[in-house]
């Protein structure tokens, strides 16, 4: 039985509904955890908001979050775009990173606790193309053969279980309003469901237009032949009437905060007003094109000015003035933002003024519930670039949104593995309370750091011994190359807590620069190793 | 059997398998089964922009395999587009384009007469001039597939407006494609890899030996040669190999043509992985001989010519490839492409003659373009265009056609991306992309506004018909000739009650209006009747 279903037999509506909705007053009330009905209706619906702001195109992480403790080793990489050190933003309480001279929006927005930063997020086995990874990202499946991969959207299967039946039964009582709003021209994979988007593309909801819906009392007798007869028939009638919801909440909300005259903040701004418009809407993406460069991407004459610069400082103010609208709007306590791109780009920089595609990069949440800090390292930039021209991965990106599951949509296992396919550890980005959970990043980072994981001899050659360390449970140790791919699982099962050695033989692998990678509950660790010639 | 008999007859038979997914047995076999408007139109809407009356009349009168013949044919190319613009008013002043005068072509004309400040503004008119040109083309379209394959080329070899910045590497990069639609791919490849639009769309004009530029590389073997189906085996090398390759193209900004920098030029050998059969390209001083080792090497690989054969199938006959059509339609594509030495002609013929393409799960389920649901729609209602020549009194028409496309996300020469338009290639929704609840609001209210503005005659259309008089012969030649998913016929009994017997159940009153010429009646029962059946879901596909 699906947990809505069981809401609804076990539970009168009355009692419960005005309850749910507010999804904080569980944690406020302090249900305990062990209460299986009031943990169950803390998972129910809260009225908790995702606002995911796509960076389209592949953002250069290590321009926006510039590696201040391997600044010598970034600046040498890529010296013709390089941020210069002096003009890194300074983030309270973190000296091995800052951020883009562009983003002072977004570095007040930190220092006041209201933003996190994922360092290296990324995936095993980067595939390079914008398309192919923007698939993976949106679907969170990397499975290689088109026949068999995931073809629906990460919260597609997220409101698709929340929300089961959709969109026959759709809109109904308990659930008035748009799943998902994408602000978009077309929908994206993100929010695709088994059988159609769970969302709603709408560009912009002051456009009233003469659409009539065909179905008034139009039969509709015989079952369509193919799925686009029937998709058509869905889509021009759910057009219709979640149009006109769209458009009367749009109408019912205000904005108070000023938005800069820019795409992305005027997509923000119509998505705070939607909020406080009345919409329950759980999901809402938005996107910012522009991010793939490969050419000029910086001002020849000054490296922090250029079309870079004007990307970061869209991004930075937009979610400023997005968190302060909210706030003055006092829905700001049940939205959460959160950045992505298909991936990060080269260290080493063209001759184009420019970077070519590249693997993992950092990522951005924000909002009144985050957890203030920067998770993970830097990524490790070798001195001699022509050996290591990618950033491995140290967070999977599946982890960031196992994250979002559990500590902001309230989640629970086993729920959290079957919508994201496989396990991925949860990451302290988010309060727990929220979930009711606990956890703070500055305790993780500690945590990371006194993991233990070498690799002797350095270099290695036909043989070498690995010692790593874990706090129990599960435990894997994977060895990536230059590109950021993994090429071999050292080990990946559960462990007793304490300190491991493994050997490693005749592994086949070519001489060079490798990392390794521990990862443990929510903790990991990536060190760079090195294969020498046999 | 008549078409809707055929259609419901064997729909009824497969409908449970099409229900969970398509089954399709058919392969490559000519087809030889009936030869009706159903069957016509298919074969047009999806080789052409929409089918007037006139054009399915004639095909009708052809063998399958003639009527194939005869859209595979090519005509001269047309007279290039004109300046149709005239004073420019800026705040600086009032300025002219002095290179050209209104009327004359701008093609040959390197935008250097005029004052320096306007030269800008001329530009971005001239480009505007080139898409009214190419929808005039679109709207006044031979009987022949050359119009929707220049469209696929477009797609295939995606470039923006946005990125190239220039009238004349815009024209002189579509003019490739239309002197070559029917050509050689592996060739125009070649051709294209060095076309000036496209070295500055992908910057392949920045790629130096000192730190080269992947860009181009990428997208040629991902988007354009190979693809990253489940065969595809190149390399992340191959990719950066093939960069090295691509070296030193500059395009010279005075004259916008190609040229080579042979000091720009990486001289060294390129090595590529075995999914290229471990090659060599040795490092020389002529970077046309390298490219077409290179391209030659690409296509050498089998899966290009698979990749290839997909990617014309998703345009023309459906979007998702199954294992069955893989194996009876891609497959044996691909081998004639190859058997023929790159030439898409023969694989053109024996795809649209075959009775795959015919299998009626093909048919009815591509879902319109915005340039085939407007430029068809026009089309089936035989409205009357000015030439594609007429400047003065055609290009306001073509650009407002333009506007509107653009508007339901189909934009010419500014597609969203490299890879062209996500309908034909983004996995799951396909087709479905092109409505949506954004979209599907400015379809209505266009298909409204040309029946209100009297811009699509509903009257002829219905007075052409077999017999206007009868509302139930009228409701099914409407069907046939605008709908590919025929209307089921209790949709055809309340259409027809509804708008034509003003809700009275009683066919007289229809047959009487008619028959008495009685315009009041006929004309607003007619406009709304067609207003509501180009709103419903059947409308949208082809």
Redesign the interface.
């Known amino acids: 039985m699906n947990r809505r279903k069981f809401l609804r037999n076990t539970v009168p509506a009355t009692v419960v509904l005005p309850g749910l909705i507010n999804g904080f007053s569980f944690s406020a009330l302090g249900a305990s955890p062990g209460d299986s009905m009031s943990s169950l209706l803390a998972s129910a619906s809260n009225d908790h908001i995702l606002v995911l702001i796509q960076l389209n195109g592949g953002n250069d992480g290590i321009n926006m979050v510039v590696p201040l403790d391997m600044y010598a080793n970034y600046y040498n990489a890529r010296t013709n775009v390089a941020i210069p050190q002096s003009k890194v933003l300074r983030l309270d309480g973190v000296d091995k990173s800052g951020l883009h001279p562009a983003m002072t929006d977004f570095q007040n927005l930190y220092n006041d606790g209201k933003a996190s930063l994922v360092q290296s997020v990324g995936y095993a086995n980067q595939d390079f193309s914008h398309f192919r990874s923007t698939d993976i990202w949106m679907t969170g499946d990397i499975t290689r053969s088109r026949f068999s991969r995931e073809k629906t959207g990460w919260l597609g299967r997220y409101l698709e279980n929340e929300y089961p039946g959709y969109p026959d039964a759709y809109p109904n009582s308990e659930t008035p309003h748009p799943l998902a709003i994408q602000i978009a021209d077309m929908p994206s994979v993100t929010v695709q469901g088994p059988i159609l988007s769970m969302g709603l593309s709408i560009k912009d909801p002051e456009d009233v237009y003469t659409f009539s819906n065909p179905f008034s009392d139009y039969p509709l007798t015989a079952t369509a032949a193919n799925k686009e007869l029937r998709y058509l028939r869905v889509i021009s009638e759910k057009t219709k009437t979640y149009s006109d919801i769209i458009r009367a909440a749009y109408n019912q909300g205000s904005n108070l905060g000023t938005y800069q005259d820019n795409d992305l903040a005027q997509q923000l701004r119509i998505v705070a007003r939607l909020i406080k418009g009345g919409l329950k809407t759980r999901v809402y993406t938005v996107s910012v094109s522009g991010f793939d460069t490969h050419k000029k991407q910086v001002n020849p004459s000054d490296t922090t000015t250029g079309r870079h610069a004007s990307l970061m400082s869209e991004l930075s103010s937009s979610m400023a003035s997005f968190q302060k609208d909210l706030e003055l709007l006092k829905e700001d306590h049940r939205v959460l933002g959160m950045t992505f791109s298909e991936f990060g780009r080269r260290i080493q920089s063209n001759a184009s003024l420019g970077t070519d595609h590249g693997a993992a990069a950092p990522l951005i949440m924000f909002g009144k519930h985050v957890n203030k800090g920067v998770l993970g390292k830097s990524p490790d930039i070798p001195a001699d670039i022509k050996k290591v021209n990618n950033i491995p991965f140290q967070y999977d990106f599946r982890s960031v949104y196992a994250t979002v599951l559990e500590r902001w949509f309230c989640v629970k296992e086993p729920l959290i593995d079957t919508l994201l396919l496989k396990h991925y550890q949860s990451l302290p980005l988010i309060k727990g309370g929220p979930c009711g959970l606990p956890d703070t990043i500055e305790e993780n980072n500690a945590e990371a750091e006194k993991m233990i994981l070498k690799m002797s001899p350095v270099p290695y050659g036909i043989s070498a011994t690995i010692q790593f360390s874990t706090a129990g449970g599960f435990t894997s140790v994977q060895q990536i190359n230059a590109l950021g791919q993994v090429v071999k699982v050292i080990t990946a099962q559960d462990y007793a807590a304490g300190t491991y050695n493994l050997d490693v033989y005749d592994d086949k692998l070519l001489a060079g620069v490798y990392f390794l990678r521990l990862q443990n509950k929510s903790l990991q660790k990536v060190i760079t190793i090195l294969k020498g010639i046999q | 059997m008549n078409r809707r008999e055929f259609l419901t007859s064997s729909?009824t038979k497969?409908?449970a398998k099409?229900?969970s997914s398509?089954n399709l047995a058919t392969g490559l076999t000519p087809y030889a089964g009936a030869w009706t408007i159903n069957e016509v139109a298919h074969l047009l809407k999806r080789t052409m922009f929409g089918a007037r009356k006139s054009d399915i009349d004639f095909f009708l009168g052809l063998s399958v395999g003639n009527a194939v013949d005869e859209l595979l044919k090519t005509s001269a190319l047309p007279a290039p587009p004109v300046r149709d613009y005239g004073l420019i008013t800026l705040e600086e002043g009032t300025f002219d384009d002095l290179g050209v005068a209104i009327g004359q072509t701008w093609i040959n004309d390197l935008n250097v007469s005029s004052d320096e400040i306007a030269r800008g503004n001329i530009d971005a008119l001239r480009i505007q001039s080139l898409r009214k040109w190419w929808v005039g083309l679109m709207l006044n379209q031979k009987r022949s597939i050359e119009e929707k394959l220049l469209l696929f080329w477009h797609h295939h070899f995606s470039v923006q407006r946005e990125e190239v910045e220039s009238s004349r590497m815009l024209y002189y990069h579509h003019d490739l494609l239309r002197r070559n639609l029917m050509g050689n791919v592996r060739e125009l490849t070649k051709l294209v890899t060095v076309d000036p639009a496209m070295l500055k769309h992908?910057?392949g004009h920045?790629?130096?030996a000192?730190?080269?530029?992947?860009?181009y590389a990428?997208e040629l073997q991902?988007?354009m040669t190979i693809g990253?189906?489940?065969d595809s085996g190149y390399t992340?090398d191959d990719?950066m190999e093939a960069a090295r390759v691509l070296t030193g193209w500059r395009i010279d900004t005075d004259t916008f043509m190609a040229y080579f920098d042979v000091d720009a030029h990486d001289k060294d050998s390129k090595r590529f992985s075995a999914f290229y059969n471990n090659t060599t390209i040795s490092g020389s001083t002529d970077g046309m001989q390298e490219i077409t080792q290179l391209v030659d090497m690409i296509f050498s690989a089998r899966e290009a010519s698979r990749f290839f054969c997909r990617k014309l199938y998703k345009w023309f006959v459906y979007s998702n490839i199954d294992?069955n059509t893989e194996a009876n339609v891609i497959s044996p594509l691909a081998d004639i492409l190859r058997a023929n030495n790159f030439e898409i002609k023969p694989v053109l013929e024996a795809l649209f003659k075959s009775e795959h393409f015919f299998d009626v799960?093909n048919q009815?389920?591509?879902?319109k373009s915005p340039y085939d649901m407007i430029v068809g729609l026009m089309r089936d209602f035989n409205v009357s265009i000015p030439d594609y020549t007429a400047y003065a009194t055609g290009y306001p028409i073509f650009f407002s056609v333009y506007i509107d496309a653009a508007e339901m996300?189909q934009n010419l020469l500014q597609p969203p991306?490299v890879?062209g338009w996500?309908a034909y290639?983004?996995?799951?929704?396909h087709?479905?992309?092109w409505?949506?609840?954004?979209?599907?609001?400015?379809r209505?209210?266009f298909t409204?506004k040309l029946i209100t503005d009297n811009i699509i005659d509903v009257r002829s259309f219905a007075a052409a018909t077999s017999m206007p008089w009868n509302p139930d012969r009228l409701i099914e030649d409407i069907d046939a000739l605008l709908f590919r998913?025929p209307l089921?016929a209790?949709?055809r009994a309340?259409v027809k009650n509804r708008f034509l017997l003003n809700n009275t159940g009683d066919n007289n009153i229809w047959t009487n209006a008619w028959n008495t010429n009685n315009n009041a009646l006929i004309n607003p029962a007619l406009r709304e009747l067609f207003k509501?059946l180009l709103?419903?879901?059947?409308f949208?596909?082809s």
């Open positions: 729909r497969t409908a099409a229900r398509r992908l910057n920045l790629n130096a000192k730190a080269p530029d992947e860009n990428r991902e988007l990253k189906g489940d992340e990719v294992e799960q009815a389920c591509n879902i996300q991306d890879s996500p290639h983004q996995d799951p929704m087709y479905e992309l409505v949506n609840s954004n979209s599907l609001p400015k209505a209210d409204d998913y089921s209790t949709s309340y509501f709103n419903l879901p059947e949208h596909l």
